[in-house]
């Protein structure tokens, strides 16, 4: 198998390149700068400035259209590099998972929603409108299949569309668990878990917030994680949220999750937290001279960098005040 | 004041008098009723501003939210996580009685009773922002609807006080004053033939008289006349 035989110094070259591209990312200091640009126009000369292709226009749609290309541009050229070729997927499995959910919603509301599907997963939308028409799932893997066939099974008997969010969303971790495990990286592996135990601090919170009860709970928490599910079931107060996540890297998160259900600070907050502390972790393979590493690290960057960008693209077209976008703005990777 | 063409007959008066005093009376009552309008009116403009203010409160920060969520999800994403709704409402419509003005009702029931089950999307791909533009959304529904239906009471309530105004406007200064002058129309010309009738009638007396002074006059002649023909010396 691949995994056996790629070591880290088969990534010297893709390490050196993608290291040479890093410097290419938008640092915190610049999206600071974009956010108290006088105009938007000002914001999005300074992204030209920084090796961004020219905006055509200052509305959402044209700057998601550069977003998307920035995505794919990133993706295939590490793609290009690795000499796994599996290595981006673990980012791309969510786009599936994505417009799996889109595909089956509209099988029950009965409409066209091709237009919010995202053409970027490992599997084109046409193929995956495909095997949902034709039930074939031959080419996707069990994780998948089954949840699709449990999505479909739940949704036609409750009509709930939550149910089918949380179905898939376990699956989509389990597919990347067990991506990271094909790949063989610990790196990856650890940080899909780390995504895993912020995830589930995150909806715990939430549900806590809404009044879900238990059994919503544990529907939705999602296994894998370093944090064991039956941590976090039962009366989770505040200061149980804390300690079960105190040894974690995610103490800080959890702290402001806390906050959160007192109701001292936003699920903004959290979602932040949480964001930051896997942002760090992916921080260390800057770090690391060669191996798959930068390039994993690099890929979450650029994914981070757009939502950065989408972040202050909007909060100026909304008119937010600069202050109130920099407060939203994650970590950056370099 | 253009009167109305009538013929200046009693009986036309007495039909007038008639319908001035209905007219007078419409007027009190049409005065009454655009009073009591304008009152209520009032009353839910004012409850109507109140609404206002704090359903685009809410609106608004639901918008803010809804932006902060779209700025750490991708479009796509946001739509799908809201294409399948969870929660549906029945709307009941029905109407209640205003002065004569029939406002509509609005009455909704949700699908479930629980207030968790609005957010028909999972966990792992949506910003918790979400959660908080969803239920300032769901708790600004029923005042939205109770503005809806307030802001159309008082549409209706200001279309009908126009109606009123006008009406009332059109018995004041048009219909009775109109009526009154041919009322009075009416009397002088009753009383102007009355005159008329009077003098005829003193006319024909004086005349009478004269020709029986004059017939007394012819009488007395002719029995003069005899008299002298009576006492004639005889030859």
């Known amino acids: 198998m691949a995994k056996h035989t790629i070591k880290d110094t088969d ?324 | 004041m253009a009167r109305l063409n009538v013929n200046p007959t009693r009986m036309e008066q007495t039909r007038l008098k008639r319908r001035l005093a209905t007219a007078k009376r419409g007027h009190k009552l049409l005065k009454d009723k655009r009073d009591e309008l304008m009152r209520q009116f009032l009353e839910i403009v004012r409850h109507n501003l109140q609404l206002r203010k704090k359903v685009e409160g809410a609106l608004s920060k639901a918008h803010r939210s809804f932006t902060i969520a779209s700025a750490v999800m991708s479009p796509e994403m946001l739509e799908e996580a809201l294409m399948y709704p969870k929660q549906s409402v029945a709307l009941e419509l029905s109407t209640k009685n205003i002065m004569s003005v029939n406002v509509p009702v609005y009455q909704f029931k949700m699908k479930s009773d629980d207030p968790a089950e609005i957010f028909p999307y999972g966990f792992a791909t949506t910003s918790g922002e979400l959660d908080d533009a969803v239920l300032a959304l769901s708790q600004t529904l029923q005042d939205m609807l109770e503005l809806a239906q307030s802001e159309k009471t008082a549409q209706m309530l200001a279309q009908e006080i126009e109606k009123t105004r006008r009406r009332v406007n059109a018995l004041e200064y048009v219909m009775i004053p109109q009526l009154v002058e041919t009322i009075k129309y009416i009397r002088m010309k009753l009383e102007e033939n009355e005159r008329g009738n009077t003098s005829r009638l003193m006319k024909v007396k004086d005349m009478m008289l004269e020709e029986q002074r004059q017939k007394n006059i012819r009488q007395d002649q002719e029995a003069y006349e005899a008299h002298c023909l009576n006492f004639e010396p005889k030859q």
């Open chain 1, 11 to 334: 990534y010297l070259y893709a390490s050196a390149r993608i290291k040479s591209m890093e410097k290419n990312l938008l640092s915190r200091d610049k999206l600071e700068r974009m956010s108290e640009a006088k105009t938007l126009e000002d914001a999005l000369k300074l992204l030209g400035e920084s090796g961004w292709p020219e905006i055509a226009s200052p509305t959402m749609a044209a700057v998601e259209e550069v977003l998307a290309s920035r995505r794919s541009e990133a993706f295939a050229l590490v793609r290009s590099l690795a000499p796994d070729k599996r290595l981006p997927d673990v980012f791309l499995i969510k786009y599936d998972y994505h417009n799996l959910k889109v595909l089956l919603k509209s099988e029950v509301t009965g409409e066209n929603a091709d237009a919010l599907l995202i053409d970027a997963g490992r599997f084109s939308c046409r193929q995956l409108k495909t095997m949902l028409a034709e039930d074939s799932f031959s080419a996707m893997n069990k994780n998948m299949a089954q949840s699709i066939e449990e999505a479909r099974d739940v949704l036609a008997r409750t009509q709930d569309p939550q149910l089918l969010d949380l179905i898939l969303d376990k699956a989509m971790f389990a597919d990347m668990l067990e991506m990271a495990d094909a790949l063989g990286l610990r790196y990856l592996r650890n940080y899909v878990i780390l995504m895993i135990d912020s995830v589930n601090l995150r909806l715990t919170v939430r549900l806590r917030r809404m009044g879900k009860g238990l059994e919503v709970l544990r529907y939705a928490l999602i296994p894998g994680g370093d944090i064991a599910i039956s941590r976090l079931l039962g009366d989770v107060t505040p200061d149980i949220i804390e300690n079960v996540y105190h040894t974690s890297p995610l103490a800080a998160a959890a702290q402001a999750g806390a906050q959160a259900l007192r109701g001292e600070a936003s699920l903004s907050a959290v979602d932040l937290a949480c964001d930051d502390v896997l942002l760090n972790y992916l921080k260390s393979a800057r770090y690391i001279a060669f191996g798959a590493e930068p390039l994993i690290g690099y890929l979450a960057a650029v994914e981070a960098e757009l939502t950065a960008v989408r972040t202050v693209i909007t909060g100026r077209l909304a008119g937010l005040a600069p202050e109130m976008i920099t407060e939203r703005l994650r970590e950056t990777y370099v």
